[in-house]
C-alpha cells in the first residue's frame, strides 16, 4: 500500500503496561507534545486497549493523525535529521518511539531530541512535507536532491555537515534564485548550461544544525501568463 507522505513524520509512545500504571497516561498532553513538534501522526505500542482509546480521542481532538502501530526508530542520538532525510529518499513516513517513564511522562533526554527536532521542522518542515526524491539532479557533495511534489519548479537540496564553502549540482533547468530555507537569505551562485554552482555562506547567527536546506526556484510556468484582464 501506498504511503500518505503528507503524514510524513509519527512519534510512537511505548505505554508497557507492566512498567505503567494502567491508564496513568495525559493522552492529551502527549498529543500535545507530538503536535508542537511538528509531527503530523501518532501512534502507541505495547499499551492496553483504554490507554489505546485515549491517545485516539486525544488526536481527534487536536487534529493529529492517530496512526497504526508499526516498527520504530528509538529516538535518540546524533543522526536524527539524517534518519528524516533517508525516510524521504525512501518514499517512507518515518516513526520515532519513545519509552514512557513509570508516571506516563518523556524522559528528559528525549525531551532534548524533541526540541531538535522541534526546531528544525518548524524551519524545514514546509519543505519536508512537500518534498519528493528527484533522480535527475547530479551532485558530488554530500547532499540529497528533492522537489516539490506539486511545484517541480522548486527544487530543494538538503546538505550534510560539515558545510562545504560551494556545492555544485548538474542537470538543472535555468535557476533564477538560491536561498537558505531556513532564513530565506538569498545565496550567490553562477550558472553554465546546466551546472549550478552555489556559495554557501552561513551568517553567526543562523541556527545550527546537522543538515540544512537549500530553495532553488527556477522559472514558474505562471509568470509566462499576461495580465488578467476585467
Keep these: 500500500m501506498t504511503e500518505d507522505l503528507n503524514i510524513g513524520i509519527v512519534l510512537q509512545y ?20 507530538a503536535r508542537d513538534c511538528g509531527f503530523r501522526g501518532v501512534s502507541v505500542s505495547v499499551a492496553d486497549k ?7 480521542d486525544a488526536c481527534q481532538k487536536y487534529s ?83 522537489k516539490n511534489e506539486l511545484a517541480e519548479y522548486q527544487i530543494y537540496v538538503f546538505i550534510h555537515q560539515p558545510l562545504p564553502e560551494k556545492i555544485e549540482l548538474t542537470n538543472l533547468p535555468h535557476i533564477e534564485k538560491a536561498m537558505w530555507i531556513d532564513t530565506r537569505k538569498d545565496l550567490d551562485f553562477s550558472q553554465k548550461d546546466d551546472k549550478v554552482t552555489i556559495n554557501l555562506k552561513r551568517d553567526d547567527e543562523d541556527e545550527k544544525f546537522t543538515i540544512y536546506g537549500l530553495r532553488l526556484q527556477a522559472h514558474r510556468p505562471e509568470d509566462d501568463m499576461g495580465p488578467t484582464k476585467f
Design 64 to 146: 493529529i493523525k492517530f496512526c497504526q502501530k508499526r516498527p520504530a526508530i528509538v529516538l535518540g542520538g546524533p543522526d536524527i535529521l539524517a534518519k528524516l532525510i533517508a525516510a524521504r529518499l525512501d518514499k517512507q513516513n518515518i516513526y520515532f518511539e519513545i519509552d514512557l517513564t513509570q508516571d506516563g511522562t518523556i524522559k528528559d533526554s528525549q525531551l532534548e531530541d524533541l526540541e531538535l527536532l522541534r526546531k528544525w521542522v518548524d524551519r524545514f518542515g514546509h519543505a519536508y512535507y512537500e518534498m519528493r526524491p528527484d533522480k535527475t539532479i547530479k551532485t558530488d557533495a554530500n547532499a540529497h536532491v528533492f
Design 14 to 33: 511505548r505505554i508497557d503496561t507492566n512498567f505503567n500504571i494502567k491508564g496513568s497516561i495525559d493522552a492529551d498532553k502527549l498529543v500535545r507534545q
Design 50 to 56: 483504554e490507554q489505546e482509546k485515549m491517545v485516539e
